[in-house]
């Protein structure tokens, strides 16, 4: 597929992903969404592929939402699909089985903020705004606001954000935990480089189970969590990856994970 509102890219097994409309900050179309998907099925289905970063171009906004201009006249029935292409696509992410960080350089709002919230981790600019402000606009979140923010952050605190539709800047994201760093503006994607070269150097086996046991086990009863954990656990142990770790650390030397 040929993209035409973000930009793909493959640097040392990580892949970056920048939406690319910064006339309207990087909102999100059907089409770049679209393009959003291919781009995800594309990192999940290639094994050099071990982490994904997902950016803004520009140094204003990650993204400033879906489409207000595209959305804007749509029936219930063509909403209905343009939300359920945004779930599936954030679904496909947050399900991944590699690590995805967002690299949130500016605004995160309504759609920007749902989409940081399918990674796996978010690491911010001291700029960085985040709010869910759907509300304003006559609206509510359609991309999993209401669901993952809840879980984020706490159900009060979600309800004062989705009800308010009030921004909220990088230092208060961290305090309430829907940010995991904060980083000058000039050192953010680089800084989150590091940290995925770092993660890119582990066992993509064992964090894929981490991830699959965090992911499912969540909502689970805590009897069948635990259980997904002990399966999920249990299967390192079917890997080379795993007899290396140990034998590197009981010989005191460096690991050599080769992903099998
Ligand atoms: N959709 C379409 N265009 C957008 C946009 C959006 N979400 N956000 C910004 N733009 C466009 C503006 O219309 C403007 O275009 P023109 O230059 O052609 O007029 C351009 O981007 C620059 O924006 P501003 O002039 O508004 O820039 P600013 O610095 O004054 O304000 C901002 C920045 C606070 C982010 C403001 O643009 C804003 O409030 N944007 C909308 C944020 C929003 O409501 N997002 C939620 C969308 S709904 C949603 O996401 C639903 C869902 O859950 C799926």
Known sequence: MDYNNIIFSMEEGIATITFNRPKALNAMNSETM????????LCRDNDDIRVMILTGSGDKAFVAGADIAQMQDLEPREALA????????????ETASKPSIAAVNGF????GTEISMAC???FASEKARFGQPEILIGLIPGWGGTQRLPRLIGMGRAKELVMSGEQIDAQRAYEIGLVN?????????????KFARKLSGLPPFQLKMAKHSINFGYDLPLDNAGRLEVECCAQC??????????KAF???RKPGYKGR
């Open 34 to 41: 679209s393009e959003l998907k291919d781009a995800v099925t």
């Open 82 to 93: 343009f939300m359920e292409l945004g779930h599936e696509t954030l679904r496909l992410l």
């Open 108 to 111: 995160a709002l309504g759609g």
């Open 120 to 122: 796996d981790m978010r």
């Open 181 to 193: 760093r904060i980083y000058p503006p000039e050192t953010l994607l680089e800084e989150t480089m």
């Open 237 to 246: 142990f079917s890997t080379q990856d795993q007899k290396e770790g140990m």
């Open 250 to 252: 009981l010989e005191k």
